[in-house]
């Protein structure tokens, strides 16, 4: 009977881990940047490290390691009406899959996806795909990213200009 309610709780833990990934993927298509910025815990990070093999992302370089603080500044950099970057706007499709749970804990889940993601902007198309790695604390009124990892298939690559989005 134990092995049954495992089963069911992996499953609705499954199910729940889907379907935020799912609606972060929409916030971010839909530029609700306010609201894909509730989805972290105060103390949560947004990291893409410059390697797959890096094991922390302190004290090194990476692409982004972005605290609460900076994912909010380039929320305010982005949106201001002077950054002209932005003025041809982009538009951005997210697709994630592949979604796994690692392990979970009464406050903790770690789970594993991949995505693709085109980004349209000033007549161009850019593609990226990778590997996320989310560490999400239970909270009461659901789930919150303390760890969001975004592996690049293609992270040694060149990029035409700056990313001014989150994969």
Do not use: C
């Not at 538009?91 to 749970?101: A, F, P, W």
Request: no cysteine; net charge negative.
């Amino acid at each position: 009977m134990s092995n049954d309610t495992t089963t069911r709780s992996s499953t609705s833990t499954l199910q729940d881990v889907e379907q935020f990934l799912y609606r972060q993927a929409d916030i971010l298509d839909e530029r609700r940047w306010e609201e894909w910025l509730g989805l972290f815990t105060d103390d949560g990070i947004y990291w893409m490290p410059a390697s797959a093999d890096q094991e922390t992302g302190e004290g090194q370089p990476n692409i982004f390691w972005e605290d609460h603080y900076l994912m909010d500044m380039r929320i305010r950099r982005v949106e201001h009406p002077y950054a002209h970057s932005q003025k041809a706007g982009h538009r951005t499709s997210h697709v994630v899959s592949n979604v796994m749970i690692e392990s979970e804990s009464d406050d903790e889940i770690v789970a594993t996806s991949r995505f693709h993601m085109v980004e349209y902007r000033l007549d161009e198309q850019r593609y990226f795909g990778g590997k996320y790695t989310h560490r999400f604390a239970r909270m009461d009124a659901g789930l919150k990213i303390k760890l969001q990892r975004v592996d690049l298939a293609n992270v040694e690559g060149p990029f035409e200009y700056v990313m001014q989005i989150w994969l």
